[in-house]
């Protein structure tokens, strides 16, 4: 109960903040109507007291039975501080998260909802139940799992006479609607990027490609009720009754050209306080990482991030093509564009960045070279920023073109670029020059160079997402390149020979990379689909040797029958349901 009042103090803050300044509502012709400084605060105390009243450790241990633990607060497990501490542990000053989930609380944490929302809806005592909440929606992407999820949703709020109807739609399909903020309340899951707290948080910056809640848009854009002072830390940011981007977005920015590492964690934890603050993102777990293999195969390794690697694969029956699923059909293949860890996956066959995901001989992780001949050491410039100079390996693309450092500057410039408005443009954001003069510049053919604002930790698993991947001008110059095989061009250690749409991807080993005589696996067949229980059929029969997904209500039986091939890996990702930060809630 202590973490939800807290949380409270920093709207009763935010509010008393915001009448001292008489910030208030504004809007835009379409959506809502406009919304008070006032009633935002109510609304998002009444997000806050929804989210006290879900069971996580039900959710976990009866729904997901995969080893997720619950989570009460947004970035996930498996992020450290500098002492080694876990980020989450330190959340909310140190409470631990946003709220309880001791399973002893689970009762006070409904009777504080129920007190919490009786402020602004009629509530009959002799039946227990709200009788005038709105109709909420609840909108999830078609997968048996996600459905249970919802279903267990909907039957704990009306456990207090709040109605909430659940709403499928196939994945793109899932992904473009939350996107555009169509919708009230969604299903969400993050998966970390790379290996700092960061990723969490700079998604939600009001022009991110990510912002699926829709901070600092529409009507929240205008209202001026957000605080943040960072002069405990001697830091000069300080905003009073400032909009989402007056607050939030600086937050951010200051969080990444900050080198002090206990100051920089210090400022991602004001910026998760004011993000949750706002109740529109509500945890339920951590994950993990379910998924079947057959025992047959050997050498197949996965990242934390969710990415699974099939091109060092053997399997006993000497095999030469491997069938697997992970996903349904994706919404694109251009590095730039997707935003999805099926798509990454794929792409991490079918592109060499600068650098990649390894295992190495004892099976630990780790960032090595791949296009660079190395992972340079940056230098430091007078003015603090730092100039890394690359030089390309010998690659050609699939279509015979050679890969020049030119291609790699095209590429970046292209992803970072605010016209083109893609996902993971924000990646770019610690480049000198961003968003649209990138310090990035091919010197020659072989040699890359960029500059970066100041030293950035995680600067190689940057350089290994797909965002950071090269495509080639002319290529991209036809709209349809990337999901078409015939005009498909990669630079990886697979092309694309064939995309059945719906259907299956199939992938062949690119005999003109540098590291062909590596791969072991000539042809790798992706099957698209997203129902388990085909995925599991086709495992068992022995068609498709890794599924990424299982049938919820066969997970118990899968653990006793399949010891050796029901995979928990670890991952570092939340779980979580979000509101459309606009929707209108009021009743009052």
């Keep these: 109960m202590k973490k939800f009042l807290a949380v409270l103090l920093i709207l009763v803050m935010v509010f008393t903040f915001a009448a001292c300044g008489g910030g208030g509502g504004g809007g835009t012709d379409e959506g809502p109507a406009a919304v008070s400084v006032e009633d935002e605060v109510k609304q998002a105390e009444i997000r806050q007291a929804i989210g006290l009243l879900f069971d996580r450790n039900y959710i976990c241990e009866e729904i997901g039975q995969a080893g997720q633990l619950p989570a009460g607060s947004f970035v996930a497990m498996g992020m450290t501080e500098p002492d080694g501490s876990q980020f989450y542990e330190n959340a909310n000053g140190g409470q631990g998260g946003y709220y309880s989930v001791d399973p002893a609380d689970f009762e006070s944490n409904v009777n504080q909802a129920i007190e919490i929302l009786k402020k602004y809806y009629e509530w009959d005592e002799s039946a227990q139940q709200f009788t005038n909440f709105p109709t909420l929606t609840y909108l999830y992407n078609t997968s048996e799992g996600h459905k249970a999820i919802g279903e267990y949703l909907q039957s704990a709020l009306a456990s207090v006479g709040i109605t909430i109807n659940l709403e499928n739609q196939e994945w793109n399909t899932f992904l473009n609607t939350r996107k555009a903020g169509d919708y009230s309340i969604a299903r969400n899951g993050w998966l970390a990027d790379y290996n700092d707290p960061i990723c969490f948080l700079d998604m939600w910056t009001t022009d991110s490609g990510n912002n699926d809640v829709q901070f600092g848009r529409g009507n929240h854009g205008t209202l001026a009720m957000y605080s943040v002072d960072t002069t405990d830390l001697g830091l ?248 078409d095989p015939s005009t498909y061009v990669c630079n990886g250690m697979y092309t694309m020979d064939a995309w059945e749409h719906n259907s299956v991807i199939t992938l062949k080993k690119n005999e003109a990379h540098p590291d062909a005589k590596e791969v072991t696996m000539p042809t790798l067949k992706f099957y698209l689909s997203d129902d388990a229980n085909n995925m599991l059929t086709n495992f068992k029969n022995g068609e498709w040797k890794l599924i990424d997904d299982v049938p919820t209500n066969e997970m118990a039986a899968l653990k006793e029958d399949y010891p050796d091939e029901f995979v928990v890996a670890g991952q570092i990702g939340t779980y979580y349901v979000c509101w459309n930060i606009n929707e209108d809630i009021r009743a009052w």
């Excluded at 099939?310 to 059909?329: G, Q, R, W």
């Excluded at 410039?413 to 990646?427: L, Q, T």
Aim: charged share 25%; hydrophobic share 40%; with cysteine.
């Design 236 to 483: 000069d940011l300080k905003v009073e009754n400032g909009t989402w981007s007056e607050t939030y977005d600086p937050l951010i920015s200051l969080v990444k050209t900050t080198t002090d590492p206990a100051t920089r964690y210090a400022l991602m934890h004001k910026a998760e306080d004011l993000l949750m603050s706002t109740g529109a993102i509500c945890p339920l777990y951590y994950y993990t990482d379910p998924y079947m293999i057959s025992k047959t195969v050997d050498g197949f390794f996965a990242n934390p991030l969710g990415y699974k690697y099939f091109m060092y694969t053997t399997t006993s029956d000497k095999l030469d093509t491997l069938n697997v699923c992970i996903a349904s059909e994706p919404d694109t293949l251009d590095p730039a564009a997707n935003s999805a860890v099926d798509g990454a996956t794929m792409l991490a066959h079918l592109f060499s960045g600068l650098a990649k995901w390894s295992e190495d001989e004892n099976g630990n992780l780790q960032i090595v070279p791949d296009a660079a001949e190395e992972l340079v050491e940056g230098v430091e410039n007078e003015d603090g920023t730092v100039t890394y100079t690359y030089t390309l390996r010998d690659m050609k693309w699939s279509d015979g073109e050679p890969v020049t450092a030119k291609d790699y500057e095209f590429a970046w410039k292209r992803a970072a670029n605010e016209e083109n408005a893609f996902d993971y443009g924000y990646m770019f954001e610690n480049v000198v020059g961003y968003p649209n003069d990138l310090a990035v510049t091919a010197l020659d053919d072989k040699t890359l160079e960029v500059t970066i604002a100041n030293q950035v930790a995680y600067w190689n698993e940057l350089l290994a997402f797909p965002t950071f991947f090269p495509v080639r001008e002319d290529v991209v110059a036809n709209e349809g390149w990337n999901t």
